[in-house]
């Protein structure tokens, strides 16, 4: 099997059953998010989404109805065998076919941790019947070890929106809605994951430096993201042009470059003064020192963590109090 390996992560180009067999050990995956064919006559899966054909990859390879149920119980036991134990599985897949992969799952050691529902825009059109738009996501851990959940790693757990909400408790809810990408111009998968929502699984179910797989690749997505977030990452991809195309992307992408980006969420118990209102005297005092820190020459950076000190406040309530001062 032909394998392209940059910067140490190594791709696959064939088929994930086999290929795992051979090439990947027992037990040394931490995470696996994958997004198996939907066994819906996939090369027709992009006329429900009206877009232009042009920039669609050829060469998705779908899996005939009749053989679903026993295609997944084949790549569902390699992802088993390959998960360390405490390891966490995310399957995506669409209603179809989803009592195979269901009942693929049972037949394993694994065990339900959540089944999320993923409600994006642009749903398949319909005229006589409801709009279709949510996928399921099944989430899995191998029993046997302690099992990766970084409760903070997007919203503390203190953090709380406008409307008074906790934040991490609505992240942590199982209907997640995120908007798929609109690529025009690029060359993809015919069903390519949102970057989000890839982040959202990685950050939550693993830690930089963990081995992610992604048994089906399609247009790279889940490697682009582990690398971004400065995960390793390996997976198969049976078609030989999309493989060849998006190898070559991903040669380019610098490893941790979606760190920066991420926000960084207040944890609890670190600023004193987290949630109480702000008094007249306390945002004439930030906006002076803002200015004077400024005028100084400190970042933008390095004034909102120095006020967060001196005010024992969060930078996204600094943030935020700056904005409303029109000095964000
Ligand atoms: C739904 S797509 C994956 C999309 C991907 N998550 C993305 O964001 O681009 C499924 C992919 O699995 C590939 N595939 C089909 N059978 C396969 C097999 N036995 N082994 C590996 N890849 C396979 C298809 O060619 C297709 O690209």
Not at 182 to 207: D, F, H, I
């Amino acid at each position: 099997m032909r394998s392209v390996t940059i910067n140490g992560n190594t791709f696959y180009n064939g088929d994930c059953v086999a290929g795992a067999a051979e090439y990947i050990p027992d037990e040394t995956v931490d995470l696996i998010i994958t997004d198996p064919p939907y066994g819906i006559d996939g090369d027709r899966l992009h006329r429900h989404y009206n877009r232009d054909e042009e920039f669609v990859v050829e060469g998705y390879v779908e899996v005939p109805a009749a053989e679903y149920g026993e295609f997944s119980r084949a790549w569902i036991r390699q992802a088993e065998r390959i998960l360390r134990p405490g390891g966490s599985l995310y399957v995506v897949s669409g209603y179809t076919n989803l009592y195979h992969i269901l009942a693929a799952l049972r037949e394993t050691g694994l065990s339900e941790v959540n089944h999320i529902i993923w409600r994006y825009n642009f749903g398949v059109y319909t005229r006589r019947k409801y709009v279709s738009s949510h996928y399921h996501i099944l989430y899995y851990e191998k029993p046997g070890g302690r099992r990766t959940f970084n409760l903070e790693c997007r919203y503390g757990t203190g953090e709380q929106g406008p409307d008074a909400r906790s934040l991490n408790y609505r992240d942590r809810e199982d209907v997640w809605t995120i908007n798929r990408e609109y690529k025009p111009g690029q060359l993809k998968n015919k069903n390519e994951l949102p970057t989000e929502l890839l982040a959202k699984m990685m950050q939550y179910s693993s830690n930089e430096g963990d081995l992610v797989c992604d048994m089906f690749l399609g247009g790279f997505s889940t490697a682009r993201v582990a690398i971004g977030l400065n995960r390793r990452v390996t997976g198969f991809e049976i078609s030989e042009p999309m493989f060849s195309a998006k190898t070559e992307e991903i040669g380019a992408i610098e490893p941790g470059d979606l760190l920066p980006g991420l926000r960084v969420p207040e944890k609890a118990g670190d600023p004193p003064n987290r949630g109480k209102p702000w008094t007249d005297a306390e945002v004439k005092h930030l906006q002076a020192r803002f200015s004077e820190l400024r005028d100084a020459g400190m970042t933008k950076k390095d004034t909102v963590a120095t006020l967060c000190q001196e005010l024992g406040r969060g930078r996204w309530a600094i943030e935020k109090a700056l904005k409303g001062m029109g000095s964000g």
